[in-house]
């Protein structure tokens, strides 16, 4: 479990105030963006999630989303000038390591969380942006995606090591309108309520 309302509160805070959020994160892209949160490590399988973004922006036309980062690690050099050798070193955003203050509002303004990894017992990212608010894409080898994504409901699974399931996933989640993104991260909040302090304390007890 993760402290749910805490990225209840910043993810809303940052939907309400998103003028003044903006201005003092001003790395915050202002156009839609699918957010990545992880360490940049192999198992995490950035590159896979790298190529089916390139082959994204290929397919859509209509204003594509960029795509954020978050973290660090060894491969974080490596991805940085696959982004430059393609011409996409304004579109995909490397802000790095953020604190657990900021990035309950990164989580907010994004347009859906997206978890590649390869192998992963559960992810508590998934938790996190679950609790945002946003929709989810995530890999069917991540732990929660047993428990937290419903396909079609909050968001969609993915085969991590297929870069054409990835794209299709990525293409699905940018086709939907702001609305029907809206109802995903409402029902990503729902599925995630039975994941909480509150309820893991009256398991226990």
Not at 66 to 79: A, F, H, S, T, W
Not at 90 to 96: D, L, R, V
Not at 125 to 130: I, K, L
Not at 170 to 196: A, N, P, T, W, Y
Request: charged share 25%.
């Amino acid at each position: 479990v993760v402290d749910n309302e805490h990225f209840i509160q910043h993810a809303d805070f940052a939907r309400k105030h998103e003028s003044s959020v903006r201005t003092s994160n001003p790395k915050i892209p202002k156009t839609p963006y699918f957010l990545v949160v992880t360490r940049l490590i192999p198992r995490k399988n950035v590159e896979s999630l790298f190529d089916a973004y390139i082959k994204y922006r290929n397919e859509v036309k209509d204003m594509p989303w960029d795509l954020v980062i978050c973290g660090n690690g060894e491969l974080k050099d490596q991805l940085i000038k696959t982004a430059i050798d393609n011409n996409l070193e304004k579109n995909i955003h490397f802000p790095g390591f953020l604190s657990y203050q900021e990035i309950g509002y990164w989580y907010g303004l994004s347009g859906a969380f997206v978890h590649p990894a390869l192998k992963e017992q559960w992810g508590l990212v998934v938790n996190e942006a679950c609790s945002s608010g946003v929709p989810i894409l995530c890999s069917k080898t991540v732990g929660s995606s047993y428990e937290l994504v419903r396909e079609g409901v909050n968001g969609y699974l993915f085969e991590p090591e297929d870069i054409k399931d990835i794209t299709r996933c990525l293409i699905k989640i940018h086709q939907l309108d702001h609305d029907e993104r809206g109802v995903m991260g409402e029902e990503s909040r729902k599925i995630v309520k039975k994941c909480s302090p509150e309820v893991f304390a009256e398991s226990v007890v």
